[in-house]
C-alpha cells in the first residue's frame, strides 16, 4: 500500500508535490495559530479587566491625596497659630501661597469652640475630637462635601472638600471612570454619577477601595471593554488564510527564490579565496532582489577588508572618546568642588559652613574616583585602591575644618585594583566614617588598612573611637548608621562591626602576575 502511495506521489507533476507538501507543512501551523489566538482572546480580556482595575484604583487613590494634601497644608499652615490675634487671617496667608489646597477652614479650640472661620464650612459637629497629630474624616451632613479635622498642638483646625474638588482631583489621574461615590457608612457622597448607558456600551464593573486608614469608602465604576464577535473573526483569520499561504509560497519560492539562489549556491561554493575571483551567472531569473545579490557578492572582498580597516578607526576613535568623557567629568566635578568650598567660605553660619564642607568633600571623592579611573584607562586594570586611598586621605586633612586639622590618618594598604562601581562606594565609606571621626573625636586617629583576603576579595578596615557604640538617642549616629550599612550594601558584602573597628569585603582583580 505504501508503495502505491509512493508510486501515485512520484507521478504527479512537481507544481504539485510542492503544494501539498507547503499545504502539510503549513497546517500545523494554522491550528497553532488557532490556538494561540484563543489564548490571546483570554489574556486581551485579562489585560482589558487588569487596565480598568488600575483605572479604578487611580482614582480612588486621586481622592485620598487630594484629602491628605489639605490636610496636611492645613495642619502646617494653622499649627502654632491659633493663640495670637486674627489666626484665622494668618492661617488665610499661609494657604494662599501653597498650590492646589482648598481654602475653607475653621479653627477651634482643644474643647471643640469655634475661634473664627474663613469661606463656608458645612457642619462639623458630627467629627471626632482629634488629639495633635491626628486627623478625622468625614462626609458632611448634607451629603455635598468631604469635611476633615486635623489635631494641632493648641487646638484643631476643620477643613472641607467640595464635590467639585474631589471630581476635579480624580479627572486630572486621567483615570476613565463612569461612577465615583464616596461612603460613610450610610451616608454617600457622589462625587461623579453614573451615566444611564445603552446596550451598547461595555459592561461596568464596580469596585471598593478604603481610604484614610479605613474610614471612607470609595466605589469606583469603570467600563470593561470585551472582546467582541468581529474582534473574534478577525483573530482566526490567520486559520482560514493556510491554504492561500501555501499557494502563494509555492509560486515565490519556487520560481523567484529557490531556482535562482541555488545557481547562486553553486557559484558561490566554488569561490577560492586567491583564485580566479568570484565568478557567478550572469542570469538568475527575474527577480532584481537577487540579481542585487549576485553584485553584493562580487564586492564582498574588498568591502570585507575596507570594512576591518573601519572598524580598527572607529574602535580607537571611541577609546579616546570614552578617555575624554572621564577627563571632562573629573574636571568638571573638580570646577563644582571649588564652587561649594568658595560658597562655604562666605558662609555666614558655622553650620552652613559645616554643610558646605561635608558636601565638598564628597564630590571631592567622586573626582578623585574619576581621576584615578582616567589615569588606569591605558591598562585596562580598573581603579588601584592604594593611590586612590591615599589621594583621598590627604584630601580630606586639607579640607578638614579648624576644629579637625590635627586629626591624624594612619595608612596601611596593600595593591589592589578594582572597578568603578566599587571605588565609588569605598570612596564614599571611607569619607562617611572619617568626617564623622573629624567632627566627633577629632583628637584621635584614623586608621585605615587594605588587606588581601583571597584573589579575587580584599579587606578594607577602618579603626577609630568613634566606631565605639554611643548611648541610644543619638540622632546623627544613628543616620550615620543607616548610610555606612547602605555603602556596604552597595558592595554586596555585610559589614562587620567591633568595637572601635568596621570592615568590610571588596570584590578585586587578581593580581598582575597570575
Known amino acids: 500500500m505504501l508503495s502505491a502511495a509512493g508510486r501515485w506521489f512520484a507521478a504527479l507533476p512537481t507544481a504539485v508535490k510542492l503544494l501539498l507538501i507547503l499545504s502539510a507543512a503549513l497546517l500545523p501551523i494554522g491550528i497553532g495559530l488557532f490556538w494561540a489566538a484563543n489564548q490571546g482572546i483570554g489574556d486581551a480580556n485579562a489585560i482589558l479587566r487588569s487596565r480598568a482595575q488600575e483605572q479604578s484604583r487611580l482614582a480612588a487613590r486621586s481622592v485620598e491625596s487630594l484629602v491628605a494634601r489639605n490636610a496636611m497644608a492645613l495642619r502646617i499652615a494653622a499649627n502654632g497659630e491659633l493663640t495670637g490675634p486674627d489666626p484665622c487671617q494668618r492661617v488665610q496667608r499661609s494657604l494662599s501661597i501653597t498650590p492646589a489646597v482648598a481654602r475653607r477652614f475653621e479653627l477651634e479650640r482643644p474643647d471643640g469652640t469655634p475661634i473664627c472661620e474663613v469661606g463656608e464650612v458645612p457642619d462639623t459637629s458630627e467629627l471626632n475630637m482629634v488629639a495633635p497629630g491626628d486627623i478625622a474624616l468625614g462626609i458632611s451632613p448634607d451629603s455635598k462635601s468631604l469635611t476633615f479635622r486635623v489635631g494641632l498642638s493648641d487646638g484643631m483646625a476643620t477643613g472641607s472638600l467640595s464635590e467639585q474638588d474631589l471630581r476635579a482631583a480624580a479627572i486630572e489621574t486621567g483615570a476613565v471612570v463612569s461612577a465615583l461615590i464616596v461612603r460613610e457608612g450610610d451616608r454617600a457622597l457622589t462625587i461623579i454619577a453614573p451615566d444611564a448607558g445603552d446596550a451598547a456600551d461595555p459592561p461596568v464593573e464596580t469596585r471598593e477601595w478604603a481610604i484614610g486608614n479605613g474610614r471612607l469608602k470609595v466605589l469606583v465604576s469603570t467600563h470593561v471593554p470585551g472582546i467582541t464577535t468581529g474582534d473574534r473573526v478577525m483573530l482566526m483569520l490567520p486559520f482560514l488564510m493556510w491554504l492561500i499561504a501555501a499557494l502563494i509560497t509555492w509560486v515565490l519560492v519556487t520560481r523567484l527564490l529557490i531556482r535562482p539562489l541555488r545557481q547562486l549556491q553553486r557559484a558561490v561554493g566554488s569561490y577560492e579565496p586567491g583564485g580566479n575571483g568570484l565568478q557567478l551567472p550572469s542570469k538568475l531569473g527575474p527577480s532584481t532582489e537577487i540579481q542585487d545579490l549576485r553584485d553584493s557578492f562580487q564586492k564582498a572582498v574588498t568591502r570585507v577588508e575596507e570594512s576591518e580597516r573601519e572598524m580598527a578607526g572607529a574602535l580607537d576613535g571611541q577609546r579616546r572618546l570614552v578617555r ?59 581603579i588601584s585602591l592604594r593611590p586612590l586611598i591615599s589621594e583621598l586621605a590627604a584630601e580630606l586633612r586639607a579640607t578638614a575644618p579648624e576644629s579637625a586639622r590635627s586629626l591624624r590618618i594612619d595608612l596601611d594598604l596593600e595593591g589592589a585594583n578594582t572597578t568603578q562601581d566599587v571605588a565609588v562606594s569605598v570612596a564614599f565609606l571611607v569619607t562617611e566614617i572619617v568626617e564623622f571621626a573629624m567632627l566627633r573625636t577629632p583628637e584621635d586617629p584614623v586608621e585605615i588598612s587594605l588587606r588581601r583576603t583571597s584573589e579575587l576579595t580584599a579587606r578594607l578596615t577602618l579603626n577609630s573611637k568613634v566606631l565605639n557604640p554611643d548611648e541610644e538617642g543619638d540622632r546623627e549616629k544613628v543616620q550615620f548608621e543607616r548610610i555606612i550599612s547602605g555603602l556596604a550594601k552597595q558592595l554586596r558584602s555585610s559589614l562587620e562591626r567591633k568595637l572601635g573597628r568596621y570592615s568590610v569585603e571588596l570584590p578585586v582583580f587578581p593580581p598582575r602576575d597570575l
Open 324 to 382: 575624554e568623557v572621564h577627563h571632562r567629568v573629573k574636571n568638571n566635578l573638580q570646577v563644582v568642588a571649588s564652587l561649594i568650598n568658595i560658597h562655604g567660605r562666605n558662609a555666614e553660619s558655622a553650620h552652613a559652613r559645616a554643610a558646605y564642607g561635608s558636601i565638598s568633600r564628597r564630590v571631592g571623592a567622586l573626582a578623585i574616583v574619576h581621576r584615578n579611573h582616567f589615569a588606569e584607562m591605558e591598562e585596562n586594570r580598573g
